[in-house]
């Protein structure tokens, strides 16, 4: 059954928060119910609620309304302050059913947490005038690179089916230490799992669950810098960070990486050291036609065209 369409339109490139009630409860009213089940002071609700700001198909709600078992309402959420991100996501291409976006380091690929506005969805809802554009995959907010976007939603499962079966072929580039001694090329397997909650993911022993196939595609040797290489990365799976764990656990953690072989605080708004990794490749075949569609990221790795330039310097750095 499709869903029923909200009652509010988007704001700030974003549509509203959909809160459908339980069928039963202790609550008698909705503001009762949206204190418990809120991550927000209950002052804030009551002020939602005076503000009319939280509504049904009817309208705003009361603040002395009823709770209603498997009620619909809707409200947009308060947004956080969020540190700018001064780089712009690329159209590579566009037409009336997919958009492919060239995504910088540090954006975010969808709202999420402290990320709302500073993303690549809303950025190109609003630039684009395509409020209803959504993701058919992500890339995390450190990696750069090519995202498929959709501009129906109705037709976004059918993108989102191609990565499921395995019919879209990614080839991502990276930076890392060069080790002369590691024969390459050579495919990494082994299990990866990732708890919620937890930042980062784990290799385990199982069944392995993983599969990357690493080749080198050129080393760098200067006086001046630790030996270092840049490396083609072809994942055949797609689990949370694998690329990043299979190359640590190489020997070969990618540069800028603020997770792993350990997790370290970077600040939001230090853009310096751009995590060295870049989906360069995106080939998948048009659900229409048949046709391979293949697109290429115009992006390079800043530690390896511009090993000076990375790292250097307090503050934003040059466009990742």
Not at 4 to 19: C, E, F, I, M
Not at 107 to 115: D, F, Q, S, V
Not at 122 to 144: C, E, F, I, Y
Not at 269 to 282: G, K, N, S
């Amino acid at each position: 059954m499709p869903r029923v369409a909200p009652p509010l339109p988007p704001r700030d490139g974003l549509d509203p928060a959909r809160v459908r009630l339980p069928d039963e409860g202790p609550w008698a009213t909705l503001r009762d119910h949206l204190v418990d089940r809120l991550p927000v002071p209950a002052e804030r609700v009551d002020a939602m609620l005076a503000e009319g700001r939280i509504v049904d198909h009817d309208g705003p709600l009361a603040p002395d309304a009823a709770f209603v078992p498997r009620a619909v309402v809707w409200f947009h959420r308060d947004l956080p302050d969020e540190a700018p991100v001064p780089f712009a996501p690329e159209v590579v291409h566009r037409d009336d059913e997919i958009v492919v976006v060239d995504k910088p380091h540090f954006l975010a690929t969808i709202p999420r947490g402290r990320h709302v506005r500073e993303t690549a969805l809303v950025r190109l809802r609003h630039g684009l005038g395509l409020p209803a554009l959504s993701p058919a995959h992500r890339l995390d907010r450190v990696t750069a690179g090519l995202v498929l976007f959709v501009v129906d939603p109705a037709r976004r499962g059918t993108y989102q089916n191609l990565f499921r079966d395995r019919r879209v072929e990614k080839v991502y580039e990276a930076v890392a230490p060069h080790d002369p001694s590691l024969a390459l090329p050579r495919v990494v397997r082994s299990r990866i799992t990732k708890e919620r909650g937890v930042l980062t993911a784990q290799e385990v022993p199982g069944e392995p669950n993983a599969e990357t196939l690493v080749e080198l595609i050129e080393a760098r040797s200067d006086p001046a810098t630790p030996a270092r290489a840049r490396y083609r990365l072809t994942p055949r799976t797609g689990r949370t960070h694998q690329l990043r764990v299979h190359m640590t656990s190489l020997g070969l953690p990618l540069l800028g990486d603020p997770f792993y072989p350990q997790v370290r605080d970077v600040p939001l708004d230090d853009f310096r050291a751009p995590l060295q990794l870049l989906a360069r490749e995106l080939a998948f075949p048009d659900p229409r036609t048949g046709e391979v569609l293949r697109f290429t990221s115009r992006r390079t790795l800043q530690a390896w065209d511009d090993p000076e330039g990375w790292a250097a310097g307090p503050g934003p750095g040059p466009t990742p």
